[in-house]
């Protein structure tokens, strides 16, 4: 009921509203400012073709390499072709993607870096860096950055500070 009202009230006397609204005189724009473009002279003078310049810089050839580049791309041919099989998989394909059967040396799963660096958090006396990246051909400074870096989780169950709080039972 309160939509037809209100409506009523928008539409009322509509078309004289609009006729007032187009008959009213409308403001006059301002003048433009003069522009300050260049002289067409200097617009020639930039757009023309400096013939001497022009074979100068044809004559230049440079080859450029990055050494770095080279060095990489030498360690990927010769690793490429090597894989190792996977200590350690999830069950079942894992959210739904293809099964992984091998990977590449000096590479880890998901699966593989969490089952190591928890065994590594649990028992570090058995699992060093050392043994981890020898089980799964890994370089020991990367097998260092993954255990500085990738932490995973841990559940921590922190008591109440009062003995009368109430806390969830497992069931």
Known sequence: MGSRVARMFRNF??????IREISREKPRAAPRHESSAPPSEVVDTVNQKNDPLLSLLRSVYVESTDPAAEASKE????????????????????YGLAELTDVPRGKLTIAEALKALSSHQQHPQTWTLEKIAQEYSLDLKDTKALAEFFIPFQVKIIPPKSDDARQINAS
């Open 13 to 18: 006397n509509l078309e004289n509203r609009v």
């Open 75 to 94: 360690v990927t041919e010769g690793k490429e072709g090597e894989r190792r099989p996977l200590r350690y998989s999830l069950p079942g394909g894992a």
